[in-house]
């Protein structure tokens, strides 16, 4: 019994023998052929021209608010909806407003009637007093009683003022003729000072806003002509350059400008993206290492590329990536222009894989 044991042992351990080799042999054959691979060289692009994304938008928006907490009466438009300067979009609750009003309109109609009275008396007083039938005391009393009750009349007209300044919170209108875009809030809601509401523009007139590295913001003045290309509907227009900002405190050392379209394209919308072509007032060309988008792996924050060594392995190197363009993408630094990068690959592909050329 024991020697048939010993048998079927040995047998065991040299199918697992002859099958271990089978495995290593077919191991061995994979990786003397590589992984099958398509690479291409990095693009060396120059000129005086810099080109920058950039997201269109309208030239006049705004999005309302109050400065009163109320309850949402009625909003009296929809999205989409075009409305005219002056019209009424929102009411809030003013029935506190409306008491107020009410008062300090009997309080101007009061000091309105004894302003009256008071006048009579003073044009009376100036009369006897050129006749020098009051004294000079009694001309100066009725003149401060006079000038008091007009004050009077003058602080009640304010306070009227300022109520109606503040309806116009209560009773949204429109600050242009545009179309509304957004609603921030239902009916019955209630309204916080500062709070959007309703977002509005006025359609007829666009602009692109982009950032600007600030190697090249030195370059790039006020009134220079852009070309636009418009991605969602494929057109092309020129703009120009309105504004360029002076800081760069919070945009990561990107200047922001503002282009305005010379031309109104049928189609076109806020938040579409944009490309812009700048032309850059530098005398030195401009260079720049361009990649296909699709060749980048990305792991966590970090952005790699697997460039063909001397060895023909693939070796992964780290990059930092520039501005994007269509299909590709800057490459600041890691790569250099005469190394080939893997664009597409067919197989596992690690660092230090053995790779075929395609």
Known sequence: MKKRIYTLSIALASIAFISSCGAEKE?????????????ATPVLQTGNSLTVSGKVEAVNNATLSTRQMGFVDEIHVNIGEKVSKGQLLLSITNEDLRAKKAQVEANISEASAALKNVETNYNRFKTLFEQKSVSQKEMDDMTMQYEMTKSKLNAAQQMKNEIDAQFDYANLKAPFDGVITNKFIKKGDMANPGMPLIALENPNQFEVIANVPESEIANIKTDNEVKVLIKSINKEVKGTIAAISKSASNTGGQFQIRVNLEENLEGIYSGMFATLKLTTNNDNQLSALMVDKNAIIKKGDLK?????????????RWVRLGRQVGENIEVLSGVSNDEKYIVAHSGKLFNGAKISVK
């Open 304 to 316: 790699g590329l697997y460039v063909v060594s001397q060895q023909n392995t693939a070796v992964l």
């Open 27 to 39: 191991e061995t054959t994979i990786a003397e052929k590589g992984v099958a691979v398509q690479v």
